[in-house]
């Protein structure tokens, strides 16, 4: 580490190498704050020339590197490596061009993601993909983790929103990957392989012009089954909101005692739609909404920009307000089929009172991805196992259904170790191809994602027996 | 599993495979590449055969794997908006089956009457709708594949909202079989829209990229707006279409915006249709350099048809033309393209020395270790796609 160090210095700035332990201590995790680990080194790039020369001496130093944009993450994706470097992009920060004609704009990595539309908001453009971390996390982030939001039932993914990317490739190469270009989809394989396929250095994402009007609408139902009866009524009436969100009596309490958001009293479950596009046709799929929702006992529509950012606030601050009603909690994220949401919600009600664990549902209703929030009392004994237990258990249900275990935070080191419950052997072994072309000495961001590290000499699906790795007390095996 | 001995009719771009293997299967699909490895057979898989001469000729061709057995739709949830397909079902079938439900694939497939969900992932080309609904890639969401050694591999799912592992479904789609065999598919879909109404008029060639930013830029979205030049020197047609409940208004607005035009709830005959295919060059671009692709395909003398919001056009010879003309054509229009920030690539085109049909390639390094590693005996498809792949 100390010559890797030496060697840094050499090539970046004096102040862009932190070696200081109070503040290496920093970075010791991301978002989901139960893993840590003190980096090796941290290194603070400010051009991509930069970004390449580190990952050049860590391919010297045979050391693994981690990419780091806001930290935001949920799934430990940036969590650093002790024996490796962490590369933070937080001096890359600038929106390099805007370019209205071509509707797109080339920015740096660390730019936030809601940077990207101020920048744009008074011409009538936004970025479309909008996680509820917008305003912190990092467009490098949000590629690394294919990212999405309340939107993404209309609007799509990062990964459709993105245009081209420049990376340095694990052996340090500067490379594009531009969709325009003729050959294979790297840029799809890249987007959403959280950091370990290299680091993006530069991002030309695609601009949405603003729709000419938008409707919000907040519907109050006794019970959770009628919401959701609702949300199938919608979708099968043929109209595709820009967001239908839901949140049940908990969650509401939750929200109600955080931010005061003032939804309607008793509300057994409240369903936030938004419909946007041009005047005529929001118009009459509102006509339409309005009938579908009938059996709400209470319906509210925005009439203005402060009305629907009231509406949308208790949603919003759902995560955060949870603290308020439980000292602690776990965030899950999964997927079910819509159809299955009925009786996944009524799966985890039991699981609920089997283990004697709070689980407050928000979720993103029109695609099924489900944020349950596990509650429980970290001061009491065996209540935090309980609470993985509930939450490990949440997972299995959405495999059952058909669904994935994890719609946007991605599988980072959390979820790893489901990764084969979802996949065969030779799926991973077939992804572990693309790794391996890319890196081909498996040190960008090493233990994500997959659960066994594997190394690209050998030749996947015919391994037997312990892995050499684990043989030797290297790696575990999940 | 049929295997036969392969006929003229069988030729992939001239080349004769000695087989054609005709699995019912995706384990019998997995069966033919295993056979196929152990004996170091090129395989090239094939759907409905419309769009085989596309690319360049395979270097070499033992086994065609016709797909057109695996043709089952095998569930389509309509309540989720998903379906999952085999690779051999076409997309009429698919089209036929979904429509009965009140919804669509939004990819408009004008070869309808062959293509299928493998052959239109493995080309990935796009129509009319992209700029709406985007390509092939961004509606697929979940994929079965079989790599050269017969590993039979999934990723994604039938959900919308997926991140865990890569996407080998983008990998795949525009992979022109190079790369193993796509053995189903997963699709979100749309619901099929209320209404339909396409605003076609002359438009002068210099209004058209004005015209273009306009309609990119206009409240009444557009699904797509395409324009057919069929003579370089003629007046081109525009033909915007709209989509929903709000169709008529809006088209109104479009036609107000275009300065006029026919308001129709059919296509005009050429929307999204491609009518001679021996000589094909596909141009994309951003939206400032459409006057420049205009201008290019207008000086080589080449038929233009295309979206002009989405940035992708196809140029047609109108005439026969010699392989060194097209060399130099190609040059010429690649040159004042990729000034305006565009790409030009040769779709097809009959065998011709001294053809660059792809011009630069951003990562191709990287593109050939892919390669390297998902077919390192070089078996699928070899050599029928960029940098010899
Ligand atoms: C309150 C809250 C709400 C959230 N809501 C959402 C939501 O609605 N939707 C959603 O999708 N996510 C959400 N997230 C999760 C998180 O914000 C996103 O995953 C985000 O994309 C992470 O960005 P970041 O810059 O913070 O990345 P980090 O946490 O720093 O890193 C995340 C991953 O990306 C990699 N990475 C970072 N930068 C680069 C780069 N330049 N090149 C390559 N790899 C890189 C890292 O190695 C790591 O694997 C939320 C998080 C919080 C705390
Ligand atoms: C103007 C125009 C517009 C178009 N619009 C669209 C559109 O909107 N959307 C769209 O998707 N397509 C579009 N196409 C493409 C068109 O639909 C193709 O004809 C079709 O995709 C070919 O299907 P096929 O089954 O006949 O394939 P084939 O002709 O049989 O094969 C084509 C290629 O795919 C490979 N291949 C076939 N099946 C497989 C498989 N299962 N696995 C791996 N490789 C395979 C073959 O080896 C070959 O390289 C458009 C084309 C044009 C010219």
Redesign the pocket.
């Known amino acids: 580490m100390e010559t890797l160090t030496a060697a840094l210095r050499s090539v970046l700035p004096r102040d862009a190498v932190i070696t200081d332990p109070v503040r290496l201590r920093t970075y010791e995790c991301d978002g989901l704050t139960y893993h840590r680990a003190t980096p090796g080194v941290v290194v603070l790039p400010a051009t991509a020339e930069q970004v390449a020369r580190v990952v050049r001496l860590c391919n010297d130093f045979g050391v693994p590197f981690v990419a780091r944009g806001s930290g935001t993450g949920l799934s430990g994706g940036a969590l650093p490596r002790e024996d490796g470097v962490l590369i933070v992009t937080s001096k890359m920060r600038a929106i390099l061009e805007i370019d209205l004609p071509n509707r797109r704009a080339v920015v740096e990595p660390g730019v936030t993601n809601l940077a990207i539309t101020e920048a744009v908001r008074e011409q009538g453009y936004y970025y479309a993909p909008d996680p509820s971390s917008q305003q912190v996390c990092s467009i490098g982030g949000n590629v690394a983790e294919n990212s999405g939001g309340a939107h993404c039932l209309k609007y799509g993914f990062t990964v459709n929103h993105v245009e081209a990317c420049e990376i340095v490739t694990p052996d340090g190469d500067l490379v594009t990957l531009d969709r325009m270009d003729p050959g294979y989809d790297l840029l799809g394989a890249f987007i959403g392989s959280e950091g370990t396929l290299g680091v993006a250095t530069k991002i030309t994402v695609r601009l949405s012009r603003a729709p000419e009007a938008v409707t919000t609408v907040l519907a109050a139902f006794e019970s959770i089954e009628q919401g959701g009866q609702a949300v199938s009524a919608i979708i099968g009436a043929g109209i595709v909101p820009a967001a239908i969100e839901m949140m049940d009596a908990l969650a509401i309490e939750a929200a109600e005692a955080a931010v005061a958001c003032s939804y309607p009293a008793g509300a057994g479950a409240v369903l936030i739609v938004e419909l946007d596009g041009p005047a005529a046709e929001v118009e009459r799929q509102f006509a339409r909404l309005r009938e579908l929702c009938a059996g709400a006992f209470e319906l509210r529509v925005a009439a203005d920009a402060a009305e629907r950012a009231a509406i949308w606030k208790g949603r919003k601050s759902a995560f955060a307000a949870v603290g308020r009603i439980s000292p602690a909690y776990i965030v899950q994220d999964g997927v079910v089929p819509r159809t299955a949401l009925p009786g996944v919600l009524a799966a985890i009600d039991r699981l609920s009172a089997e283990h004697g664990i709070r689980v407050a549902n928000v979720f993103h209703a029109g695609d099924g991805n489900l944020h349950p929030l596990v509650l429980f009392d970290d001061a009491e004994p065996g209540a935090g196992e309980r609470a993985e237990a509930v939450s490990g258990a949440i997972l299995d249900l959405c495999i059952e259904h058909g669904g994935s275990i994890t719609g946007e935070h991605g599988v980072g080191v959390d979820k790893a170790r489901y990764m084969p419950r979802m996949f065969s052997a030779a799926d991973l072994d077939t992804m572990q191809l693309v790794r391996c072309a890319f890196d081909p000495r498996g040190l960008a961001n090493p233990g994500k994602v997959f659960p066994t590290p594997r190394l690209c000499g050998e030749v996947p699906g015919v391994r037997k027996g312990v892995h050499p790795l684990v043989e030797s007390g290297k790696a575990e095996q999940f | 599993m049929t295997v036969r001995p392969a006929d003229a009719e069988d030729a992939?771009g001239g080349v004769l495979p000695r087989w054609v293997a005709l699995p019912e299967s995706v384990e019998e699909v997995a069966a033919v590449l295993r056979a196929c490895a152990a004996r170091d057979l090129a395989v090239?898989?094939?759907?409905?055969?419309?769009?085989?001469?596309?690319?360049l000729p395979p270097e070499r061709c033992d086994v065609l794997?016709d797909?057109c057995c695996?043709n089952e739709i095998l569930e389509h949830a309509a309540g989720d908006l998903v379906v999952r397909a085999q690779?051999?079902v076409?997309?009429d079938a698919l089209a036929a089956a979904l429509a009965g439900e009140g919804q669509e694939l939004a990819?408009?497939?004008?070869?309808?009457e062959?293509?299928?969900?493998?052959?239109?992932?493995?080309?990935?080309?796009?129509?009319?709708?992209?700029f709406r609904y985007g390509?092939?890639r961004d509606l697929l969401i979940g994929v079965t594949?079989v790599l050269p050694d017969g590993t039979v591999a999934r990723s994604g799912g039938k959900v919308v909202k997926n991140v865990a592992g890569y996407d080998l479904g983008k990998l795949?789609t525009g992979?022109?079989?190079t790369?193993?065999?796509?053995?189903e598919a997963t699709f979100r879909l749309h619901p099929l829209p209320a209404a339909r109404r396409w605003v076609s008029a002359e438009v002068a060639a210099a209004e058209l990229p004005g015209l273009a930013a306009a309609l990119a830029a206009a409240q009444a979205e557009p699904s797509a707006a395409e324009v057919d030049r069929p003579e370089p020197d003629a007046p081109p047609v525009l033909s915007v279409l709209v989509e929903g409940a709000a169709a008529d208004s809006r088209a109104a607005a479009v036609r107000e915006l275009i300065g006029g035009g026919e308001v129709t709830d059919a296509p005009p005959p050429w929307w999204?249709?491609?009518t001679r295919?021996e000589v094909?060059v596909e141009v994309r671009f951003p939206a400032t350099g459409l006057a420049a692709v205009l201008e290019a395909a207008a000086r080589a003398g080449l038929a233009l048809?295309?979206s002009v919001l989405a940035g992708r056009v196809?140029l047609e010879a109108w005439r026969p033309v010699g392989g060194d003309e097209l060399a130099a054509t190609v040059a010429g229009l690649r040159r004042r393209v990729e000034a305006a920030g565009g790409r030009v690539s040769v779709?097809a085109a009959p065998p011709c020395a001294g053809l660059d049909r792809w011009g630069q390639v951003s990562g191709l390094p990287l593109m050939r270790r892919v390669k390297e590693r998902f077919d390192p005996g070089r078996r699928m498809?070899p050599g029928?796609f960029v940098g010899g792949m």
């Open positions: 992939v090239v898989p094939a759907g409905g055969g419309t769009k085989l001469h596309w690319g794997l797909l695996l690779a051999g076409t997309m990819l408009d497939v004008p070869f309808s062959g293509a299928t969900v493998g052959g239109t992932l493995a080309t990935a080309t796009a129509g009319p709708r992209a390509t092939a594949v795949f992979s022109h079989g790369l193993g065999v796509i053995a999204g249709l491609i295919d094909l048809r295309g196809w779709t498809s029928r």
